[in-house]
């Protein structure tokens, strides 16, 4: 089993839609989670921290489930803009004292006009 | 402007060569990082330091060598005993600040070919 899973997509969504990725992942020791987006052939940006108690920015909501080890990433009234690869992160800390974060592969993004 | 620089942005190479991609930050951050990703693929982790003059191997590390005489740099160093070199080379950094959200910031990248 991949210790980060994502669904690879592509969701393919009209402008203004309600979109929802999920990702599981598998080491229950992970303290730290994140989204990161990344555009064709340009580097992986942070798009959010996920916090415990779920947290929102903007459009973007991120939320957590510990006990079924999966974090979701909503995106309300999505824009042409948000066409994009959606990386779930997550920090396995258990691997020791170094900040390694394990990447899924990522979700693809097309949001249509 | 704080921030993570790559150089060059795009590279060929002939077999047999080894060839060395630069990274350079100043945001002070104490751990750098580099990972090669492949199309339709997740990042994987060549290499990482968290200090001065020390560096672990990540997860494929064959084939690569890299240095950290400088905080602010941390080359990697493609040598010819890597069999697949072609990918996306991605340099990252991040503080070491307990275990609190500790995201890596991403340099550019560097685009390797292998003719």
């Known amino acids: 089993r991949k210790e980060v899973e994502q669904d690879p997509g592509p969701f393919n969504v009209p402008e203004g839609a309600t979109v929802a990725f999920n990702c599981t992942y598998s080491?229950?020791?992970?303290?730290?989670f994140f989204w990161y987006r990344q555009d064709c052939r340009k580097e992986p940006k942070l798009l959010m921290s996920?916090?415990?108690s779920g947290n929102e920015d903007g459009r973007f909501t991120a939320q957590l489930n510990r006990a079924s080890q999966y974090i979701s990433l909503l995106i309300r009234d999505s824009k042409l803009s948000d066409s994009a690869t959606y990386l779930c992160?997550?920090?396995?800390?258990?691997?020791?004292?170094?900040?390694?974060?394990?990447f899924g592969s990522g979700t693809q993004l097309t949001v249509l006009p | 402007d704080g921030g993570i620089t790559q150089s060059p942005k795009y590279l060929f190479r002939k077999e047999g060569q080894n060839v060395t991609l630069s990274c350079e930050q100043n945001?002070?951050?104490?751990?750098m990082y580099w990972y090669r990703q492949d199309p339709g693929q997740g990042l994987r982790l060549i290499y990482y330091?968290?200090?001065?003059?020390?560096?672990q191997k990540g997860d494929i590390a064959e084939g690569y060598s890299v240095s950290r005489e400088k905080k602010e740099s941390f080359p990697l160093t493609v040598t010819s005993a890597q069999k697949n070199p072609t990918a996306f080379y991605l340099c990252?950094?991040?503080?070491?600040?307990?275990?609190?959200?500790?995201?890596?910031?991403f340099g550019p990248g560097t685009r390797l070919t292998v003719l």
């Open positions: 080491n229950s020791a992970s303290q730290s």
């Open positions: 945001l002070n951050h104490d751990a």
């Open positions: 992160v997550v920090n396995p800390i258990s691997s020791g004292s170094a900040r390694q974060l394990t």
């Open positions: 330091s968290q200090i001065v003059n020390d560096f």
């Open positions: 990252a950094s991040s503080r070491l600040s307990g275990r609190g959200n500790n995201e890596q910031f």
């Open positions: 996920v916090y415990s």
